[in-house]
């Protein structure tokens, strides 16, 4: 999908239904279904003007790509995610996590440590390469650094890896002995 136009919109439809589950409307009220979705994705598209064309043709691709499904349950309209569609959410939610940084740092590490096996070197080498993404220091091969609260944006990765926190886990520390280094690296 191309950015800019329908496929930014596409984009944040998959992942609003990827974070609900599904989205129901009454049949009977069409209008109110183009103004949410309007209202919903006004703040990413802001100097983009969101047409009630332009949001049903995103629909439409959707449909037409088997990213959605369309059905009518009662007086009610359900659309949700397919497989496909919610793999392509997946894939979208992690190409676009980051970690809010606060204004002040708690004075607490986060520490990664991760054992994944050989066998799953695919899998070990995309957790390598979002921690590094996010900003992580690496401190060691599989123990990974930041100063941030990131344990919502961890399990995310966990979730779409296919990994438990037996293979990933997160240790919040006071302390980590001369940490000159890290507090130049993350200007803290």
């Known amino acids: 999908m191309k950015s800019g136009g329908r496929g930014s919109i596409t984009k944040e439809i998959l992942k609003y239904l990827l974070l609900v589950g599904a989205f129901y409307f009454a049949a009977s009220s069409p209008y109110f279904c183009y103004k949410f979705w309007q209202n919903l994705l006004k703040k990413k598209h802001s100097k983009q003007k969101l047409t009630k064309r332009s949001i049903s043709n995103s629909f439409y691709y959707l449909l037409k790509r088997g990213l959605i499904e369309i059905e009518r349950e009662g007086a009610d309209v359900k659309i949700a995610l397919t497989e496909k569609g919610k793999e ?101």
């Open 88 to 188: 392509l959410g997946q894939k979208y939610q992690i190409d676009d996590l980051k970690i809010k940084t606060p204004k002040k740092w708690d004075g607490k590490w986060r520490i990664v440590i991760f054992d994944i096996s050989q066998t799953k070197r695919i899998i070990r080498d995309i957790f390598r390469r979002k921690l590094k993404e996010l900003g992580f220091y690496q401190l060691q091969k599989s123990v990974w650094v930041y100063p941030y609260s990131c344990e919502r944006e961890i399990e995310i990765l966990r979730k779409f890896l296919g990994v438990g926190k037996r293979n990933i886990r997160l240790i919040v520390a006071e302390s980590i002995e001369e940490d000159k280094f890290l507090r130049k690296f993350f200007k803290l």
